[in-house]
């Protein structure tokens, strides 16, 4: 399934912050992701319309399935694109920007190409 690079973006961050333990509101997203409560108000109306998350009736965030794996995806692939930008010395900053912006635009081919690539790398050292 395709969807907008915004709506993997809040996905994602309703992953992380429920991997923190905590129940997800809107106003959490807005404090993660430092957007206005209108826009996140419409994200998360888009995301209930379109199945990728549910909202019960006290404002707390879930995701669906669907939502989840779409989360999983990017989170994979944020954290293993970071890391090894890190690894071949690019400073974090950059590479957790840089992991944002590429782990949306990459083809599922060139992910796990790159992913194989990491593993046999590490193998070998």
């Avoid at 419409?42 to 707390?60: E, F, I, Q, T, W």
Wanted: proline content about 1%; aromatic content about 4%.
């Amino acid at each position: 399934m395709k969807t907008q690079e915004s709506a993997e973006n809040y996905l994602e961050t309703i992953l992380v912050l429920s991997q923190a333990g905590n129940s997800v509101r809107s106003i959490d997203i807005v404090n993660e992701l430092n957007y206005s409560k209108p826009s996140v108000s419409v994200a998360m109306k888009n995301l209930r319309s379109s199945g990728h998350v549910r909202m019960d009736a006290d404002g707390y965030i879930s995701l669906t399935e669907s939502g989840q794996k779409i989360a999983e995806t990017m989170y994979e692939r944020h954290i293993l694109i970071s890391s090894w930008l890190v690894s071949l010395g690019v400073d974090k900053a950059v590479a957790v920007n840089d992991a944002c912006k590429m782990e949306h635009v990459m083809s599922e081919q060139s992910f796990e190409a790159i992913k194989r690539h990491i593993k046999s790398s590490e193998s070998t050292s």
